[in-house]
């Protein structure tokens, strides 16, 4: 059996170390395993070393490394066991190893699924413009069972939900001015269901965010829309002209008797 021989610290990394063994044909380098590790195992010079001992050995110091590696990527922020275990797989981290290390990780409280849903929903809140469809789906992607992405929604109440519909309401409306009320309610629909908005929520931000425009709003922007029209079909005889126009105004949500009112002003 071989038998250790000498122990040194690696330059580069000072929590591990190389293990030095003799089999009976000389000093060699053998492995090396981290501090942990070590004293697990009291490796020391002079120390036999037989065949499981040595597959004890690798066993457990594959699981520092993987939990060391683990630790790094939970260093930048906060993260689900699924993407643990996702990151830990895209390594070629065995499944056994991976699994002793989540429960590493438990122990330690650096994994927790249900503190991380109760912080990703606080920070979606506060940061951002989404509703509660789209967030519960990134959880939902990020592992988190149906039970603990629901506790965590219970934070983001219908009151708040509603306010940040209704302000990425405000903002879009400033980008669609020259679009009749009907189609920029429609654009507003699409916005806000992207988003991760329900029927409901939708429904009351944009009756609270856009009202009918009055009739000289909306003649602005029926007018914006018949010039950039006429520019498409002026080439046209009159009758057809006159066709091509109002089914082109008609399809942008204006109504037909503003219609006719833009097309008399164009006479």
Not at 5 to 25: E, L, P, V, W
Not at 59 to 78: F, Q, T
Not at 189 to 201: A, H
Request: one cysteine or more; proline letters at 1%; charged letters at 40%.
């Amino acid at each position: 059996m071989p038998v250790i021989t000498k122990i040194s610290i690696q330059k580069k990394n000072k929590d591990r170390y190389n293990i030095f063994t003799d089999d009976g044909s000389g000093e060699a380098y053998s492995f090396s395993v981290d501090e942990d590790v070590l004293i697990k195992h009291g490796l020391k010079k002079g120390m036999e070393l037989d065949e499981f001992l040595l597959s004890e050995i690798g066993y457990h110091d594959d699981i520092r490394k993987s939990y060391n590696d683990a630790i790094g990527y939970l260093s930048r922020r906060m993260r689900s066991e699924y993407e643990v275990r996702t990151f830990l797989k895209g390594k070629e981290v065995d499944e056994a190893i991976i699994q002793e290390t989540i429960h590493k990780l438990y122990d330690y409280s650096f994994l927790n699924d249900e503190e991380f849903a109760l912080a990703f929903v606080r920070t979606q809140m506060n940061t951002t413009d989404k509703g509660r469809g789209l967030i519960r789906r990134e959880l939902k992607e990020k592992g988190i069972s149906d039970e603990l992405i629901e506790k965590a929604l219970e934070q983001f109440s219908y009151e708040d939900e509603l306010e940040t519909a209704i302000k990425l309401c405000e903002k879009n409306l400033r980008k669609n001015t020259k679009e009749s009320t009907r189609i920029a309610k429609q654009k507003l629909e699409q916005v806000l269901s992207r988003k991760g908005f329900y029927s409901d929520i939708i429904k009351e931000a944009i009756s609270a965010s856009a009202p009918e425009k009055e009739e000289d709003e909306e003649l602005a922007a029926l007018r914006h829309q018949a010039e950039k029209a006429s520019r498409k079909y002026r080439a046209l005889p009159e009758f057809e002209y006159r066709q091509k126009m109002k089914q082109a105004l008609a399809r942008k949500g204006f109504s037909f008797d503003l219609i006719d009112k833009v097309l008399r002003e164009e006479e």
